[in-house]
């Protein structure tokens, strides 16, 4: 059975740093994509970014780019996002989910929707 | 980037009736590539369907989508209690991906 298990809640102040993680198991971890959604208090959901833990390779949307990091440790099944430096714009539910790829006509790993999904890690930041 | 509209925001309806939700996207959805999310309040979102029109695993036929190049719609064709929760719609034909606004079913 496929599970994605995040880290718990989180409560920081602005300027403060945090990493989250997202834990998968029942599949491949190394061969799946794992991306980052972001919904804010009451809110629809926003693509953040996604990695494939093989190779590393990460794409940002670009409201993110630069605003946050994307990382994953293959050898533990662990996908994380990360914040150097928090705003209270930061408060939010995070999701992880697992994408769905194929391989085009040229062999290039495509990413496409997400299939399961982790419980989420409300992050609250506040002075 | 593509911006989905979904419409309406909010419908209000009875268990039973039969109900159409709209994702517009501002440029063609490559391949038709689009799928739908469900989320219940306090949950994490659940896909419903992919390639505009092909249900999950495990999501029942009352569930359909149609539509291609910038009009895409999920039906429901018979509402049940479980059902009242915010649909959302995802391209994954271009990047960036994108998410509609999400539209609400709630019980009249």
């Known amino acids: 059975e496929v599970q994605l298990v995040q880290s718990g809640a989180e409560g920081k102040k602005p300027g403060e740093s945090l990493k989250i993680s997202c834990m998968g198991s029942g599949y491949g971890f190394a061969n799946s994509w794992i991306g980052w959604v972001r919904q804010m208090p009451g809110k629809g959901l926003e693509w953040m970014g996604i990695i494939y833990p093989g190779d590393s390779d990460t794409r940002y949307s670009p409201s993110f780019q630069g605003q946050v990091t994307i990382s994953a440790d293959k050898s533990i099944n662990t996908a994380y996002l990360q914040w150097s430096s928090l705003k209270a714009s930061d408060t939010a539910m995070y999701y992880c989910?697992?994408?769905?790829?194929?391989?085009?006509?040229?062999?290039?790993?495509?990413?496409?929707?997400?299939?399961?999904w982790g419980q989420g890690t409300l992050v609250t930041v506040s002075s | 980037e593509i911006v989905l509209t979904q419409s309406p925001g909010t419908l209000s309806l009875s268990p039973g009736e039969r109900t159409t939700l709209s994702c517009r996207a501002s440029?063609?959805?490559?391949?038709?590539?689009l799928a739908w999310y469900q989320q219940k309040p306090g949950q994490a979102p659940r896909l419903l369907l992919h390639?505009?029109?092909t249900r999950a695993t495990g999501i029942p036929d009352r569930f359909s989508g149609s539509g291609s190049g910038t009009d895409f719609t999920l039906t429901i064709s018979r509402l049940e209690p479980e059902d009242f929760a915010v649909y959302y719609c995802?391209?994954?034909?271009?990047?960036?991906?994108?998410f509609g606004q999400g539209t609400k079913v709630e019980i009249k």
């Open positions: 989910a697992r994408l769905v790829h194929h391989y085009d006509s040229r062999g290039y790993n495509i990413p496409t929707y997400f299939d399961y």
């Open positions: 995802q391209q994954y034909g271009s990047s960036p991906r994108t």
């Open positions: 440029q063609r959805v490559s391949s038709n590539y």
């Open positions: 390639g505009a029109s």
